[in-house]
């Protein structure tokens, strides 16, 4: 594209109201072969609300070749009554109120950009957010503008039997050759980033869900048919996230039919459509045979997820893009809260903070960071982040604390009763917290608007029985952001004795409390019997680095007796960490480590029967990325014998446990449930340590991978049969013709053979940059496949260190090629790997340097997309 050029920037602070509203929006789409045509015929309406009259009717449109364009009946001459404008049509002289007549003609066949329409294995699919929807007609693509549409649906009938939209059907029928048609209408008007089409030829899993009112919906999901039997996880998870929202957010469903769509080829997890939800299959289709119990919990939440979105982000919605986070982090803490009811919230909890912790901190703490509520961007598609979601949704969560559970659910009431209807901003959410509470939130919202993890410093004193605590804050400097204010934190702790029980904090005797921070420095004090160990942060109060120089008893302390899942998690991780540190900076061994861990683990291992899920989270150490952000620079090769030397280290120390716990946690015959799963977990965490000991030669290799062996050979569910095939294969044991018998056995299941790419892809150490060229030379592998370009691309680049930073430069070589590549077929895909490169500046310099060539090597003729990630990363 634009050689070396930047791109157009878009500014927060430029936003204006759109100068025509659309009423209605009638669509006719026509799917041929070969090419589509899409009548639109919008009734445009000047807005009042904008004071300054532009002369000129501006819609957005991209890819689309114009037929003709007719005002009020009346066809308009390119030249003289429009003019194309790049992206834009622009009509000059538009009158106040008019109906507009466009026929453009498309592709869906070509584009593998999966915006707009577009076809994947067979079917006709739409993605529209977040500005698809001028791929498939000129529009006013801006979630502020809301339409009523009608959509008329003509296709080949015998090929597209199905022919679905948003709302409800309204007519049905015959045409000629063969073709049919079906005509939807969508009652609530809605931006059209929230439109979807879909046809094809699909099998359909129906139920139905009585709402609180008493109201029937018809509830479809929709699959190829061969996937009709793995529809089942996904529709019990809808109706209890119907029921759920009902309950706990007073939300009921508004239309008479829900339908779901499982795609394979999509750019993302799921989309929240009206009423007709888009689902990449990753995220909807479960059944034990082919998947993990990981995806099993995926699913569920997704699903729960895109349902939530009818309240929160389609009935109301975001004023302009910045506002992301409005929908989305709401959302996530929505569909978090949900998963901690349906499950453990303790280990849902652990869960969500460490994804939190080791992957949007990283994002935040680098050259990609941003606000939750970004200032400014060049294409919003490059914000659809972690930081947007994921830290989004602990500002929810905080706000969520800070009013106290009947307070946060009135004040949820009054957003979505307010604000029906409407077009919002993240100030509109956190004025209802005000209204509702009476807190003044003015400083809370630096959250939004301020990049960057706070850092929260903890120092303490004891001293003739006052307890003086410390905390101070400081947001480290981010990209364009050098000074940072201090922000309103809510921090819960308790202070425990020496046996580990909580200390009363006042006269009342309560153990816990949440102290508000506001200013740079605070001190608190405390009147106690006896120096405490301080709890800190409990729950993960806010998103913040915490540092306090814990000392090894006080966190074994927490490990055996802190009640608080997220603390106990916390100190067995900076037990690890430190462990880690002693080998990569000081050069003890891992050996030298387990006279101090192995006591602990052994006090977890013995309480392990009491939640084998926990217990799976308390015992695993933290992934080669997790440790290697924690020292600087980053030397991705002695994070890797490190990490690797003191998990087989472990492994062999505690074989006996190991043993012991695979055997019992053996089960009789497959169960989904949570327990079995967590048990499952468990024992998986246990062969994994036998693995890694055997894979060094600590440990008699045949014996356990003869052991390992029997999950794959007689797998009771997929979980056991891939959780075998990885202990094998990353540890280099024995695996006999297994990966090749995997792949023949599962060459028809694409989501099946996904994992058999991501196994190879994830195999640490250098000489796996040569395996994954072979792995993209496969006759399975597909560079139009999103899900397949995740599984070999992005498990090289985002989960393989040892091997993405291979010395010799070879995974940064295959990473620019295939980023190249992939920008030329889908622009989306290729940015949002392209992130993979954003430790840049935290490697040694000679990893540092060839990283760093290879991406400005491709930064010539980047896309759009592409080039705003690149120029972060690149500090362009
Ligand atoms: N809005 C989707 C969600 O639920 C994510 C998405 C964004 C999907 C853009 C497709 C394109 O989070
Ligand atoms: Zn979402």
Same mark, same amino acid.
């Given at each position: 594209?634009?050689?070396?050029?930047?791109?157009?920037?878009?500014?927060?602070?430029?936003?204006?109201?759109?100068?025509?509203?659309?009423?209605?929006?009638?669509?006719?789409?026509?799917?041929?072969?070969?090419?589509?045509?899409?009548?639109?015929?919008?009734?445009?309406?000047?807005?009042?609300?904008?004071?300054?009259?532009?002369?000129?009717?501006?819609?957005?449109?991209?890819?689309?070749?114009?037929?003709?364009?007719?005002?009020?009946?009346?066809?308009?001459?390119?030249?003289?009554?429009?003019?194309?404008?790049?992206?834009?049509?622009?009509?000059?002289?538009?009158?106040?109120?008019?109906?507009?007549?466009?026929?453009?003609?498309?592709?869906?066949?070509?584009?593998?950009?999966?915006?707009?329409?577009?076809?994947?294995?067979?079917?006709?699919?739409?993605?529209?957010?977040?500005?698809?929807?001028?791929?498939?007609?000129?529009?006013?693509?801006?979630?502020?503008?809301?339409?009523?549409?009608?959509?008329?649906?003509?296709?080949?009938?015998?090929?597209?039997?199905?022919?679905?939209?948003?709302?409800?059907?309204?007519?049905?029928?015959?045409?000629?050759?063969?073709?049919?048609?079906?005509?939807?209408?969508?009652?609530?008007?809605?931006?059209?980033?929230?439109?979807?089409?879909?046809?094809?030829?699909?099998?359909?899993?129906?139920?139905?869900?009585?709402?609180?009112?008493?109201?029937?919906?018809?509830?479809?999901?929709?699959?190829?048919?061969?996937?009709?039997?793995?529809?089942?996880?996904?529709?019990?998870?809808?109706?209890?996230?119907?029921?759920?929202?009902?309950?706990?957010?007073?939300?009921?469903?508004?239309?008479?039919?829900?339908?779901?769509?499982?795609?394979?080829?999509?750019?993302?997890?799921?989309?929240?459509?009206?009423?007709?939800?888009?689902?990449?299959?990753?995220?909807?289709?479960?059944?034990?045979?082919?998947?993990?119990?990981?995806?099993?919990?995926?699913?569920?939440?997704?699903?729960?997820?895109?349902?939530?979105?009818?309240?929160?982000?389609?009935?109301?919605?975001?004023?302009?893009?910045?506002?992301?986070?409005?929908?989305?982090?709401?959302?996530?803490?929505?569909?978090?809260?949900?998963?901690?009811?349906?499950?453990?919230?303790?280990?849902?909890?652990?869960?969500?903070?460490?994804?939190?912790?080791?992957?949007?901190?990283?994002?935040?703490?680098?050259?990609?960071?941003?606000?939750?509520?970004?200032?400014?961007?060049?294409?919003?598609?490059?914000?659809?982040?972690?930081?947007?979601?994921?830290?989004?949704?602990?500002?929810?969560?905080?706000?969520?604390?800070?009013?106290?559970?009947?307070?946060?659910?009135?004040?949820?009431?009054?957003?979505?009763?307010?604000?029906?209807?409407?077009?919002?901003?993240?100030?509109?959410?956190?004025?209802?917290?005000?209204?509702?509470?009476?807190?003044?939130?003015?400083?809370?919202?630096?959250?939004?608007?301020?990049?960057?993890?706070?850092?929260?410093?903890?120092?303490?004193?004891?001293?003739?029985?006052?307890?003086?605590?410390?905390?101070?804050?400081?947001?480290?400097?981010?990209?364009?952001?050098?000074?940072?204010?201090?922000?309103?934190?809510?921090?819960?702790?308790?202070?425990?004795?020496?046996?580990?029980?909580?200390?009363?904090?006042?006269?009342?005797?309560?153990?816990?409390?949440?102290?508000?921070?506001?200013?740079?420095?605070?001190?608190?004090?405390?009147?106690?019997?006896?120096?405490?160990?301080?709890?800190?942060?409990?729950?993960?109060?806010?998103?913040?680095?915490?540092?306090?120089?814990?000392?090894?008893?006080?966190?074994?302390?927490?490990?055996?007796?802190?009640?608080?899942?997220?603390?106990?998690?916390?100190?067995?991780?900076?037990?690890?960490?430190?462990?880690?540190?002693?080998?990569?900076?000081?050069?003890?061994?891992?050996?030298?480590?387990?006279?101090?861990?192995?006591?602990?683990?052994?006090?977890?291992?013995?309480?392990?029967?009491?939640?084998?899920?926990?217990?799976?989270?308390?015992?695993?150490?933290?992934?080669?990325?997790?440790?290697?952000?924690?020292?600087?620079?980053?030397?991705?090769?002695?994070?890797?014998?490190?990490?690797?030397?003191?998990?087989?280290?472990?492994?062999?120390?505690?074989?006996?446990?190991?043993?012991?716990?695979?055997?019992?946690?053996?089960?009789?015959?497959?169960? *989904?449930? #949570?327990? $079995?799963?967590?048990? %499952?977990? =468990?024992?998986? @965490?246990?062969?994994?340590?036998?693995?890694? !000991? /055997?894979?060094?030669?600590?440990?008699?290799?045949?014996?356990?991978?003869?052991?390992?062996?029997?999950?794959?050979?007689?797998?009771?569910?997929?979980?056991?049969?891939?959780?075998?095939?990885?202990?094998?294969?990353?540890?280099?044991?024995?695996?006999?013709?297994?990966?090749?018998?995997?792949?023949?056995?599962?060459?028809?299941?694409?989501?099946?053979?996904?994992?058999?790419?991501?196994?190879?892809?994830?195999?640490?150490?250098?000489?796996?940059?040569?395996?994954?060229?072979?792995?993209?030379?496969?006759?399975?592998?597909?560079?139009?496949?999103?899900?397949?370009?995740?599984?070999?691309?992005?498990?090289?680049?985002?989960?393989?260190?040892?091997?993405?930073?291979?010395?010799? *430069?070879? #995974?940064? $070589?295959?990473?620019? %090629?295939? =980023?190249?590549? @992939?920008?030329?077929?889908?622009?989306?895909? !290729? /940015?949002?790997?392209?992130?993979?490169?954003?430790?840049?500046?935290?490697?040694?310099?000679?990893?540092?340097?060839?990283?760093?060539?290879?991406?400005?090597?491709?930064?010539?003729?980047?896309?759009?997309?592409?080039?705003?990630?690149?120029?972060?990363?690149?500090?362009?």
């Amino acid at each position: 594209m634009r050689d070396g050029q930047p791109n157009p920037v878009t500014r927060l602070a430029d936003y204006q109201p759109p100068a025509w509203l659309v009423p209605d929006t009638t669509l006719d789409v026509d799917l041929r072969d070969g090419h589509t045509l899409v009548t639109a015929r919008l009734t445009l309406r000047r807005n009042p609300e904008r004071a300054d009259k532009p002369e000129d009717l501006v819609l957005d449109g991209e890819h689309l070749e114009l037929r003709s364009l007719t005002l009020d009946g009346r066809e308009l001459n390119p030249g003289d009554d429009y003019r194309l404008d790049g992206p834009r049509l622009v009509i000059p002289g538009a009158p106040d109120h008019f109906t507009l007549t466009s026929v453009v003609r498309i592709e869906p066949e070509n584009n593998t950009a999966l915006e707009g329409l577009y076809r994947s294995n067979g079917m006709y699919c739409t993605q529209c957010e977040a500005e698809g929807f001028r791929r498939i007609t000129f529009f006013p693509d801006r979630p502020d503008v809301l339409s009523r549409f009608t959509t008329t649906i003509h296709a080949d009938k015998s090929a597209y039997p199905l022919l679905l939209s948003n709302g409800n059907p309204v007519d049905a029928g015959e045409e000629q050759g063969g073709r049919h048609y079906a005509t939807w209408e969508d009652p609530f008007p809605k931006p059209c980033y929230l439109f979807a089409l879909v046809a094809g030829d699909l099998a359909c899993l129906s139920d139905t869900f009585i709402t609180a009112s008493g109201r029937e919906v018809a509830l479809r999901l929709y699959a190829e048919h061969r996937d009709l039997d793995k529809l089942d996880h996904a529709m019990d998870s809808l109706k209890r996230a119907m029921a759920w929202d009902e309950r706990v957010f007073g939300r009921e469903y508004d239309l008479d039919i829900f339908q779901i769509v499982a795609v394979s080829h999509f750019n993302m997890g799921a989309m929240e459509n009206k009423g007709l939800n888009i689902f990449n299959t990753s995220c909807v289709l479960a059944h034990p045979d082919t998947t993990t119990d990981a995806a099993f919990e995926r699913v569920e939440s997704v699903v729960a997820h895109e349902y939530f979105h009818n309240w929160s982000g389609n009935r109301v919605t975001c004023r302009d893009w910045f506002q992301l986070s409005l929908k989305e982090g709401f959302t996530v803490f929505r569909d978090q809260e949900f998963s901690s009811d349906m499950n453990s919230r303790a280990v849902v909890r652990v869960e969500n903070v460490d994804f939190l912790v080791n992957h949007q901190f990283p994002e935040d703490q680098g050259p990609m960071a941003h606000p939750v509520r970004p200032a400014a961007y060049q294409k919003i598609d490059n914000f659809y982040t972690l930081t947007v979601y994921e830290k989004g949704a602990e500002i929810v969560r905080m706000q969520h604390e800070l009013l106290g559970a009947d307070d946060f659910r009135r004040a949820t009431d009054l957003y979505f009763e307010r604000f029906d209807g409407q077009a919002v901003t993240c100030d509109d959410f956190v004025a209802c917290m005000e209204e509702v509470s009476g807190l003044d939130l003015a400083q809370f919202k630096r959250w939004y608007s301020q990049a960057g993890t706070p850092v929260l410093t903890v120092t303490d004193d004891y001293r003739d029985g006052e307890y003086r605590l410390t905390i101070e804050q400081h947001t480290p400097a981010t990209p364009g952001e050098p000074d940072k204010q201090p922000l309103m934190i809510p921090v819960k702790l308790a202070l425990l004795d020496g046996q580990g029980r909580p200390l009363p904090l006042d006269d009342q005797g309560r153990a816990e409390t949440v102290v508000i921070l506001r200013e740079t420095r605070e001190a608190l004090s405390f009147q106690l019997p006896e120096r405490p160990t301080p709890s800190l942060l409990r729950g993960f109060s806010a998103p913040v680095s915490l540092r306090y120089d814990f000392s090894e008893e006080q966190l074994v302390t927490l490990l055996a007796h802190d009640t608080d899942g997220f603390c106990r998690w916390d100190a067995a991780q900076r037990l690890y960490f430190a462990a880690l540190a002693r080998i990569i900076d000081d050069g003890e061994s891992a050996a030298d480590q387990l006279p101090r861990l192995t006591p602990v683990l052994e006090r977890v291992i013995a309480r392990a029967d009491e939640d084998p899920a926990q217990a799976a989270l308390l015992l695993g150490l933290p992934t080669e990325n997790a440790v290697g952000d924690r020292h600087t620079p980053l030397r991705p090769q002695s994070v890797h014998q490190a990490v690797s030397g003191l998990r087989a280290a472990i492994g062999e120390a505690l074989a006996e446990h190991w043993w012991r716990l695979a055997k019992d946690l053996e089960a009789d015959a497959y169960q *989904g449930d #949570g327990a $079995a799963m967590g048990r %499952r977990r =468990l024992r998986r @965490l246990a062969i994994a340590y036998l693995a890694a !000991a /055997a894979g060094q030669g600590a440990l008699d290799a045949d014996q356990v991978a003869d052991y390992v062996a029997r999950d794959f050979d007689q797998p009771d569910c997929m979980t056991n049969a891939l959780g075998a095939l990885r202990d094998l294969v990353h540890n280099g044991l024995a695996q006999n013709g297994r990966l090749e018998a995997f792949a023949e056995r599962w060459a028809d299941e694409p989501l099946v053979m996904d994992q058999w790419f991501a196994v190879q892809a994830s195999v640490p150490g250098p000489d796996t940059v040569a395996r994954a060229e072979g792995l993209l030379a496969h006759p399975a592998f597909e560079w139009t496949l999103p899900n397949r370009v995740r599984a070999v691309v992005g498990t090289l680049v985002n989960g393989n260190p040892s091997a993405f930073h291979a010395p010799d *430069g070879s #995974g940064y $070589a295959l990473f620019a %090629r295939a =980023l190249k590549k @992939l920008d030329g077929i889908n622009p989306q895909i !290729a /940015a949002r790997l392209a992130s993979g490169g954003a430790r840049l500046k935290r490697l040694e310099p000679a990893l540092a340097d060839q990283l760093g060539a290879a991406l400005r090597d491709i930064r010539p003729g980047a896309s759009a997309n592409l080039a705003e990630v690149l120029d972060r990363i690149l500090g362009a």
